[in-house]
T-cell receptor, first 112, second 111 residues
Framework: GAGVSQSPSNKVTEKGKDVELRCDPI?????LYWYRQRLGQGLEFLIY????????KSGLPSDRFSAERTGESVSTLTIQRTQQEDSAVYLC??????????FGEGSWLTVV | DAKTTQPTSMDCAEGRAANLPCNHS???????VYWYRQIHSQGPQYIIH???NNETNEMASLIITEDRKSSTLILPHATLRDTAVYYC????????????FGAGTRLTVKP
């Protein structure tokens, strides 16, 4: 596609439920990033994928968070047993690597 | 990656130039200066980047000092739609590197 696509755009879930957030990067982009942004706060790096290399998971806040990527295409961020503090917008970005990164519009998650 | 320092907030009159400063005194020789902005409720948007020469594109100009320890992003004719948080980031432009965002500068363009 023309840009980074994320789904769902909005998700409301009950505390304790699992959620999956999807990211379709720009075609041909080898690098993919996930960030979290709580209301009124800055971007927190979560995880980074580059080609077939092992992902950089250093930003994942707990073992309830995991992410997968199929080759150089779609990525899924999974949050298990959601907590209220997980409420945030989750932003995905992609790049050709070592260059400009392009963001999607985010998935807004609200845990009630 | 080198740390950057930006003012927390700035105001600018509509139609005037907006000059956003960024200090990066510990920048390494192979690190680029990148600027992004985030308009409320949207994903961050790439603006411009440079290594040591001044750069200009359709959105903005980037002025980097000769010692590369600071830079200024210039929006030549600010509009109300330029109200956003502006992030200055320094990073090595190599494959495999990640990108960290600081707090940025909240620019408010006023009519």
């Amino acid at each position: 596609g023309a840009g980074v696509s994320q789904s769902p755009s909005n998700k409301v879930t009950e505390k304790g439920k699992d959620v999956e957030l999807r990211c379709d990067p720009i075609s041909g982009h080898t690098a993919l990033y996930w960030y979290r942004q709580r209301l009124g706060q800055g971007l927190e790096f979560l995880i980074y994928f580059q080609g077939n290399s092992a992902p950089d998971k250093s930003g994942l806040p707990s073992d309830r968070f995991s992410a997968e990527r199929t080759g150089e295409s779609v990525s899924t961020l999974t949050i298990q047993r959601t907590q209220q503090e997980d409420s945030a917008v989750y932003l995905c970005a992609s790049s050709l690597g070592g260059a400009t990164i392009y963001f999607g519009e985010g998935s807004w998650l609200t845990v009630v | 990656d080198a740390k950057t320092t930006q003012p927390t907030s700035m105001d600018c009159a509509e139609g005037r130039a907006a000059n956003l400063p960024c200090n990066h005194s510990t920048i390494s020789g192979n690190e680029y200066v990148y600027w992004y902005r985030q308009i409320h409720s949207q994903g961050p948007q790439y603006i411009i980047h440079g290594l040591k020469n001044n750069e200009t594109n359709e959105m903005a100009s980037l002025i980097i000092t000769e010692d590369r320890k600071s830079s200024t992003l210039i929006l030549p004719h600010a509009t109300l739609r330029d109200t956003a948080v502006y992030y200055c980031i320094v990073r090595v432009a190599r494959i495999g590197n990640d990108m960290r965002f600081g707090a940025g500068t909240r620019l408010t363009v006023k009519p």
